[in-house]
Antibody, heavy 120, light 110 residues
């Protein structure tokens, strides 16, 4: 059974860089896209961005200037960096597996989530 | 403000049927498949419907999806207390070149 295991710092100060990594266990890394999605407290899901199996990245226009998603296919891992965080970035961050198709875009597997709090 | 519009909440009695709507435009629902997700408190979201109306393995046929023009609908029959959750629609948006979710709908089973 394929599982996503994610880790990273859960408490940051304003202006610091958020860094999370997600590892894929029990399944293939190729043929899918690998996404990051967040949910601020009391709010809905927000797509942050994704990286395709070929390394092409797409980012949310509202976060594009601060986000970098990268992957290490040899380790079957992908990572998120979000620069210059503020309190507004406090959220539960999920890593997720996407269908790999824009015409038929969906997320079929989610990590357990990491609560990241930004506070001075 | 989400690109896809969902009602904030819906409710129905146990055993009854409920529908949740998701409204978008030509840059998203009008030209792309829609997916639906169930999010129970404290857990990871779960894919319920993909390609407008297909269910992944393990999802009961009480859950159904449909799409017409720029709107989509999730239907749940035989409501159970365990169905109380937040439900989100999702799709790709070509104008934004981004994945998009609806604002979410909280289902209450009375």
């Amino acid at each position: 059974q394929v599982q996503l295991q994610q880790w990273g710092a859960g408490l940051l100060k304003p202006s610091e860089t958020l860094s999370l990594t997600c590892a894929v266990y029990g399944g293939s890394f190729s043929g899918y896209s690998w996404s990051w999605i967040r949910q601020p407290p009391g709010k809905g899901l927000e797509w942050i961005g994704e990286i395709s199996h070929s390394g092409v990245t797409r980012y949310s226009p509202s976060l594009k200037s601060r986000v970098t998603i990268s992957q290490d296919t040899s380790k079957k891992q992908f990572s998120l960096k979000l620069d210059s965080v503020t309190a507004a970035d406090t959220a539960n961050f999920y890593c997720a597996r996407g269908s790999g198709s824009y015409a038929n875009w969906y997320i079929d597997l989610w990590g357990r989530g990491t609560l990241v709090t930004v506070s001075a | 403000q989400s690109v896809l519009t969902q009602p904030p909440s819906v409710s129905a009695a146990s055993g009854q049927k409920v529908t949740i709507s998701c409204s978008g435009g030509n840059s998203n629902i009008g030209n792309y498949y829609v997916s639906w997700y169930q999010h129970l408190p404290g857990t990871a979201p779960k894919l319920l419907i993909f390609e407008n109306n297909k269910r992944p393995s393990g999802i009961p046929d009480r859950f159904s999806g449909s799409k017409s023009d720029t709107s989509a609908t999730l239907g749940i029959t035989g409501l159970q207390t365990g169905d109380e959750a937040d439900y989100y629609c999702g799709t790709w948006d070509s104008r934004l070149s981004a994945g998009v979710f609806g604002g979410g709908t909280r289902l209450t089973v009375l």
